[in-house]
């Protein structure tokens, strides 16, 4: 029953009369009642041991629950009652006791009569009383917890609801600005459209209709020898209601290049004689011709054309400086340029800051060593300095963008692309071709005047005549640069002939001093280089911008097949072609099996560099946005100056480069990343996922353009 042994025990009668009781019993209430109006032992009832206890509603609960007990025992006749009592002691404390009862017999006369025991239960209610304690506060607290619940669930339900609003928002806005370049600019080609209907027809085995056949058959006839450039580029820009005819005009002049019959009412500009001060050297200064006029030479002044432009040669002035710039580097190393190793948004202005006049060739050289160039090539890293710092004093500084920062800039772009991008890791791209990538980015714009092509082309301009209008600055680049390459300080590539005497040929070159052009061009490596070089440098003409990115999407184009696919499926019709005549790729990506097309891959491996570069030479698009508008700015600047020049000549002055009628930039920048960035980037993008962060950073360029746009009045007409 009660492990424990009662303190006393007591026997009442019926009327709750004391009939016996044990000793300690009768003691322990005696001691209990003498401070009390109740009297000792013969007063001793079943009702003055419940009057003893202190409840908190005093004698009344006191007498309740003794009727209560009484009830039990004789009315009910429970076989056992218990109650709980409070006892206040003497010392202040407070005793809980437990009165057992019990139904008996008088012994004597055999009368109902009542055992009672009183047990000492104070420990354990004490552990009750702090259990029922805790048990509260943990009921609070599951309480709260629950109450937090629900408010997190609200809070989560909200949140969930705003994200299907902004991302239906987002959508729409996408969708907007899809069907807003789709349906305002088709960048299709004739040979894209046609290329379109032959692939379907291959792959699918799709006829295509008359009406379409009829539609490529004008496309064709019409398009005259502008193949490569989409269907009616000069309406469609010309239409364009959100850029304005101004920026229309500047974007045809841009892809286009100035028409024949554009007006050039300099004529004294035209070249009369064509007596040369010299040739053969590289320097755009000895083809300067001999009647130049004074407006002529005023508008040289300043640039790296001018007659007076003196490239200053760091290897024949300073012949320490490659010594500084290679011990320099260590230091560099884990600050700044490790940040170029990784960084899409690399901050090449702050770059600029800590290197003054060493920024590109800085950057190059270790962006070189990083990529394992220097090692795999075996490359004269004194040779290399010299060289890089040679091409950097090329560059100059007056000109707002087409500086060494700009190159700079083009070679950490590069570099991220093919390590970053994606591109190494596709194997798409040689080590070659990856060698003459930094290459190409760090001469792309070497000896730039700050002058446009049109420019030179319009005033035939020496670099013009030179190169029969034919990207002139893109060639003057790639020439003069390679030029340098062939000068034994800065021939840095080493010279392995090719042929039967390479033996020969190598120990001999080894033992001469100057090495002939002869020499330098027999050389495999140089030559394979210099070929991937001259493709990306004058790639960057923005006159071939259609041409190269139609060629690399027809190439490139990528075919979605259908989950568990194989070319044998798609290709019904090709069972019957000889191998090498169809050459596909497989590509793992987006989940799905693509085919990537490649119909003649010798001569498509040569646009993956070339839109790299392409990519890279308009990179400020995809970096932070405000590096990007600083670029854009001293881009507008340096048009602002060839703006200049023209008044000064008595030439038109071109679209957008009227300094007195500012405020076309916004709607420029519009135009150029419609038409010419995001596809760009774009197409890269789709074939290397891992540029997308670069297409997110024009994205996102692009918007912020949006907006000032949207905050501006309504286009002129
Ligand atoms: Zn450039």
Sequence with gaps: MHHQSPLHNFLFDCNGKLLHANRAAVQACRRDTAGSKLSPEEDMTLKSLFLMGSYPGGQEEAEEAYEEAVNAIFVLQVQC?????????????????????????????GS?????????????????????AQQEALQRHNQALEQDSIDMQEERVRLEKETLTLTQRMEVLMHDKFEHTTSNFDAETPIEKVLNVLQAFITQATTPS?????????????????????????????????????????????????????????????????????????????????DITPAFERMLQCSCLSPHFVPQDPVCMFPWRALLLLDCMPDLQHAVLQDAETNWQFDIFAFAEATPGSTLSMLTFHLYKQAGLVREFKLDERKLCNFLQKVESGYSAEN???????????????????????????????????????????????????????????????????????????NHHMSAAVQLLFQPDYSYIAVRCAGPFTCFCWRWLHNKQHLSWFDMLRSETIAHVRSVCVNQVLGTDMKRHFDITSRFQSAFKQQPVGSGGTAAHVMPVWDNVKAEDKTLVYQHHMNSISIMWQCDMTSDKQHIPQMVLKCADIGHLAVDPKTHKRWAFQLEEEFFRQGDKEKEAGLAVSPLMDRSMQGGMTRSQLGFFNIVGIPLFKAIADLFEESQPMLDGVLANFRQWEEIASAQPDVPA
Excluded at 451 to 469: E, G, P, Q
């Design 81 to 109: 009652h218990r109650h709980n009592q409070p006892r206040s002691l003497k010392i202040g404390k407070v005793r809980w006791e437990m009165i057992e009862m019990w139904p008996m017999q008088d012994p004597v006369d």
């Design 112 to 132: 109902p009569a009542v055992l009672v025991k009183r047990y000492n239960i104070t420990q354990q209610k004490e552990i009750e009383m702090q259990l029922s």
């Design 210 to 290: 008359v009406e379409t056949v009829i539609n490529l058959y004008h496309i064709l006839s019409e398009s005259g020898t502008h193949l490569r450039q989409p269907v009616a580029l000069e309406e469609q820009l010309m239409k364009d209601k959100r850029m304005g005819s101004d920026v229309g005009k500047s974007m045809l002049q841009l892809l286009q290049g100035t028409s024949a019959s554009a007006p050039a009412t300099g004529e004294t500009l035209l070249m009369k004689s064509t007596s040369f001060a010299g040739s053969g050297s590289g320097s755009a200064s000895a083809f300067i011709p001999a």
């Design 400 to 474: 707002p963008y087409h500086n060494s920062i700009h190159a700079a800039s083009v070679v950490q772009m590069t570099h991220m692309l093919l390590c970053h991008g994606g591109l190494i890791k596709s194997g798409l791209i040689t080590k070659t071709q990856q060698l003459s990538s930094y290459w190409s980015a760090a001469v792309h714009d070497y000896e730039h005047g700050g002058l446009n092509n049109d420019f030179l082309i319009k005033t035939s301009h020496a670099l013009a005549v030179r190169y029969n209008d034919q990207s002139p600055l893109e």
